[in-house]
């Protein structure tokens, strides 16, 4: 019986594997090694690597890996971003490495730790998309012409004022003439799109304080690796760059979606809560589609300056250091 599906390849995939055997370590050997020790004493015996028995494993399934991932990315080339992973990974059950790397391919995102990262969490692989991941599939969406994602720094020149006409009401202009450190700390990161039409999106801005509400509220992974004290989640680990991605995250209530895009974004939600990640295919999903154009709608509201109301943040301008006075902090939602 043929599968029509990816979602359907992927069940069998990660179905026909031996139920005793319990990661990809394991499974890479045929279960001759039965710990990682083990398995980099075969591995060196053998002249090769950990990372390069369980790739081999992993060929078996290039076939997949062509089907699901977009012809401008090469099989080989994804592997290779693999490849590099893998050392981390050997430990993960193959059910979910291979679940995962599927996903992974599925949005065309190579797992390079810019555009998505498989990230370990006990025995389970999971798939996150990065920002740079989202920047990616906006662009693909075909409606949005330019993405941008910023932090403000303490000493930096910015302004906002959204009841102002775009693009007049959000200026940014780091202070690159002086160190990183006198640039000061983070105090704001920020999201906007210019959209192929030529209008601007709203602008996205989050305080710190945003930022860690939002970790709190929503990642269930932040939740897991407090409460395990190995405090090795992506908000303990790369707190600026998870502090970026909601910033951009929150931009699909205020640009056009596609149906792929909404499928992301439910992806890393269900990674985040320690759920399967199911494999998508969107142009088959009548109801990722109907999401994407109610998400179009808003955002093509979202430029009338009626429908904004939210508070402004003060303007700030460039000082003498000496009298430079602290902005007070604000918000956009």
Same mark, same amino acid.
């Given at each position: 019986?043929?599968?029509?599906?990816?979602?359907?390849?992927?069940?069998?995939?990660?179905?026909?594997?031996?139920?005793?055997?319990?990661?990809?370590?394991?499974?890479?050997?045929?279960?001759?090694?039965?710990?990682?020790?083990?398995?980099?004493?075969?591995?060196?015996?053998?002249?090769?690597?950990?990372?390069?028995?369980?790739?081999?494993?992993? $060929?078996?399934?290039?076939?997949?890996?062509?089907?699901?991932?977009?012809?401008?990315?090469?099989? #080989?080339?994804?592997?290779?971003?693999?490849?590099?992973?893998?050392?981390?990974?050997?430990? =993960?059950?193959? #059910?979910?490495?291979?679940?995962?790397?599927?996903?992974?391919?599925?949005?065309?995102?190579?797992?390079?730790?810019?555009?998505?990262?498989?990230?370990?969490?006990?025995?389970?692989?999971?798939?996150?998309?990065?920002?740079?991941?989202?920047?990616?599939?906006?662009?693909?969406?075909?409606?949005?012409?330019?993405?941008?994602?910023?932090?403000?720094?303490?000493?930096? $020149?910015?302004?906002?004022?959204?009841?102002?006409?775009?693009?007049?009401?959000?200026?940014?202009?780091?202070?690159?003439?002086?160190?990183?450190?006198?640039?000061?700390?983070?105090?704001?990161?920020?999201?906007? =799109?210019?959209?192929?039409?030529?209008?601007?999106?709203?602008?996205?801005?989050?305080?710190?304080?945003?930022?860690?509400?939002?970790?709190? $509220?929503?990642?269930?992974?932040?939740?897991?690796?407090?409460?395990?004290?190995?405090?090795?989640?992506?908000?303990?680990?790369?707190?600026?760059?998870?502090?970026?991605?909601?910033?951009?995250?929150?931009?699909?209530?205020?640009?056009?979606?596609?149906? $792929?895009?909404?499928?992301?974004?439910?992806?890393?939600?269900?990674?985040?809560?320690?759920?399967?990640?199911?494999?998508?295919?969107?142009?088959?999903?009548?109801?990722?589609?109907?999401?994407?154009?109610?998400?179009?709608?808003?955002?093509?509201?979202?430029?009338?300056?009626?429908?904004?109301?939210?508070?402004?943040?003060?303007?700030?301008?460039?000082?003498?250091?000496?009298?430079?006075?602290?902005?007070?902090?604000?918000?956009?939602?």
């Amino acid at each position: 019986m043929s599968l029509s599906t990816l979602k359907d390849r992927v069940r069998a995939a990660t179905t026909e594997q031996p139920a005793a055997v319990a990661t990809v370590s394991a499974l890479a050997e045929d279960a001759k090694a039965s710990t990682p020790e083990q398995l980099h004493t075969s591995a060196q015996a053998e002249g090769g690597d950990i990372a390069d028995v369980a790739l081999a494993w992993l $060929e078996r399934y290039r076939n997949e890996f062509t089907r699901a991932l977009p012809s401008h990315i090469d099989t #080989a080339a994804f592997l290779a971003a693999v490849r590099a992973a893998l050392p981390g990974l050997i430990n =993960c059950t193959p #059910a979910s490495l291979l679940q995962s790397l599927l996903t992974c391919a599925r949005f065309g995102l190579i797992p390079d730790g810019r555009h998505a990262v498989i990230k370990r969490e006990g025995k389970t692989a999971v798939f996150v998309p990065m920002a740079q991941g989202y920047v990616e599939l906006m662009y693909r969406s075909g409606r949005v012409g330019s993405v941008h994602v910023g932090m403000i720094h303490e000493a930096d $020149e910015w302004v906002y004022e959204p009841t102002a006409p775009a693009p007049l009401d959000f200026t940014h202009k780091p202070a690159l003439t002086v160190s990183k450190k006198d640039r000061g700390p983070v105090i704001l990161a920020y999201a906007f =799109c210019w959209m192929a039409s030529g209008a601007r999106s709203q602008v996205v801005i989050l305080t710190r304080e945003d930022a860690e509400e939002i970790r709190d $509220e929503y990642s269930s992974a932040y939740r897991r690796a407090q409460d395990s004290g190995a405090n090795d989640s992506f908000w303990h680990t790369d707190f600026n760059k998870m502090w970026a991605k909601s910033a951009l995250r929150r931009l699909h209530k205020v640009v056009p979606m596609s149906a $792929e895009l909404v499928a992301l974004l439910k992806a890393d939600e269900a990674g985040d809560a320690g759920q399967v990640q199911i494999v998508h295919a969107p142009a088959e999903d009548a109801h990722l589609q109907a999401e994407a154009d109610e998400a179009h709608e808003r955002a093509e509201e979202s430029q009338d300056p009626k429908e904004t109301r939210t508070r402004p943040l003060p303007r700030k301008r460039s000082q003498p250091r000496r009298t430079t006075r602290k902005s007070r902090k604000g918000t956009c939602r």
